[in-house]
């Protein structure tokens, strides 16, 4: 019997692709990277969707991808949309972790007033 969550070795399984399906845009498509964008409304809109559903059903959400490296605000709407992990390329790890501070500490800020 195989655990759906997890994969052969008991790690946390891999999730769906989330960003691509919603703009029906597949990465290796070089004609439509220019109009392929992460901070589209729609996908914004999918993402709080999947992690309020999944928050309400006790799964955790992660995500994976260049976006929070690439657009400052980007890493601060994960946060606000209360993504709880947040997968980085190794050159990355120091500024996202920094801007991931910031963003909670805003969220914090405004929390408590």
């Known amino acids: 019997m195989t655990d759906p969550d997890h994969d052969e070795h ?10 691509a399906p919603a703009l029906q845009r597949d990465r290796p498509c070089p004609e ?5 964008d992460e901070r589209n409304k729609a996908v914004k809109r999918a993402i709080r969707q999947v992690i309020r559903t999944a928050h309400e059903n006790d799964r955790k959400v992660g995500i994976c991808g260049q976006a929070p490296r690439d657009y400052p605000e980007f890493a601060a709407f994960l946060v606000e949309a ?5 997968s980085l390329s190794p050159d990355s790890v120091m500024e996202i972790i920094n801007r ?4 909670e500490d805003t969220l914090h800020i405004h929390s408590s007033k």
Not at 10 to 19: E, H, I, K
């Open 10 to 19: 008991g790690q946390p399984g891999r999730g769906l692709p989330l960003v």
């Open 32 to 36: 439509l990277s220019h109009i392929f």
């Open 82 to 86: 209360g993504i709880d992990s947040i």
């Open 100 to 103: 991931v501070a910031q963003a």
